[in-house]
């Protein structure tokens, strides 16, 4: 199954977790922006959505072991 279609990297850890994979979190530091403005608007968070209803759609229909 093409899990990095359309913009699922942005679940890459939910898709890890379904798949069997044990998934930790990790401190980072974060710095302000140096350059440039955000991209993200309502149309990104909107599209965002879309792609978490679909691919929650499809981790329910696939067995945690098809891998």
């Given at each position: 199954m093409p899990w990095l279609e359309r913009d699922f990297h942005r679940y890459l850890p939910l898709i890890?977790?379904?798949?069997?994979?044990r998934i930790i979190e990790l401190e980072v530091e974060h710095?302000?922006?140096?350059?440039?403005r955000s991209r993200y608007g309502l149309e990104r968070y909107?599209?965002?959505?879309?792609?978490?209803w679909i691919l929650v759609g499809r981790l329910r229909k696939q067995k945690p072991s098809d891998g």
């Amino acid at each position: 199954m093409p899990w990095l279609e359309r913009d699922f990297h942005r679940y890459l850890p939910l898709i890890a977790w379904r798949l069997g994979y044990r998934i930790i979190e990790l401190e980072v530091e974060h710095r302000p922006r140096q350059y440039g403005r955000s991209r993200y608007g309502l149309e990104r968070y909107g599209r965002a959505l879309a792609d978490l209803w679909i691919l929650v759609g499809r981790l329910r229909k696939q067995k945690p072991s098809d891998g």
